[in-house]
């Protein structure tokens, strides 16, 4: 290839980038140096420190967006639930108030089972083939409620008791027919009914017949 002449001449006032003395083309003039970003991704918005439970990028909140894990607590710094169990149970009136029949979903009947509660974060949701681990309270079933969300809540175990936290879910999650507030914790008391789904109720009880957070039967200190 053939090099084009040019002109070292300062650039003139017209600025057509022809020397007005010769009438060669103009040099480019050189690229100024650039300086390497010092900008941290963090600063730059691109996420934060990731979560200690699932390693998702933290936005800065006290919980997890993704998992609904509390930035402020290690997993093992409360330790286990002990004698703790989700009874699980089907409620024709959640059915029915829901409009699904009317969608030709059919209530699966009455149905309940238990499932021991053994760790400290115990997520609620469905089976997904995304998802690398299963929640600890697994609600695929059958008979499968399709309005539970494959990450729908999460249970916390903390120094005060249980806490709900809704993860986003798609409908939501309630508490006494109550809507909770998704990634805001509730504080749950005793005889409090978690409702999910379509017709999924959760109620949590303990060996001695206790449940939520009552005081006299759940605080360590009185162990």
């Known amino acids: 290839m053939t090099a084009v002449p040019t002109c070292t001449h300062p650039a003139g006032p017209d600025g057509s980038g022809c020397c007005p003395a010769c ?79 009317d969608e030709g979903v059919e209530f699966p009947g009455d149905y309940e089972r238990r499932v021991e509660l053994t760790t400290s974060s115990t997520r609620i949701g469905r089976r997904s083939r995304r998802e690398p681990s299963l929640p600890e309270l697994d609600l695929t079933g059958p008979p499968t409620d399709p309005g539970i969300s494959r990450r729908h809540a999460r249970l916390l175990w903390e120094a005060h008791g249980w806490t709900l936290l809704d993860l986003g879910s798609s409908n939501g999650t309630d508490v006494n027919r109550e809507r909770v507030e998704p990634h805001r914790p509730k504080l749950l008391a005793s005889g409090d009914t978690i409702g999910l789904g379509l017709w999924t109720l959760v109620r949590l009880v303990r060996a001695d017949g206790g449940g939520g957070n009552d005081r006299e039967r759940i605080d360590r200190r009185d162990r």
Do not use: I, K, N
Request: net charge neutral; proline share 13%; charged share 20%.
């Open 23 to 101: 009438g060669l083309e103009l040099a480019a003039p050189a690229a100024a140096p650039t300086t390497p970003s010092t900008t941290s991704p963090t600063a730059a918005g691109g996420g934060g420190v990731p979560c200690r439970g699932c390693g998702a990028p933290r936005d800065g909140g006290r919980f997890c967006e993704a998992c609904g894990r509390p930035d402020d607590q290690d997993p093992s710094a409360t330790g286990p639930p002990t004698g703790w169990t989700a009874v699980v149970s089907s409620d024709r009136a959640r059915f029915l108030a829901s409009g699904a029949r």
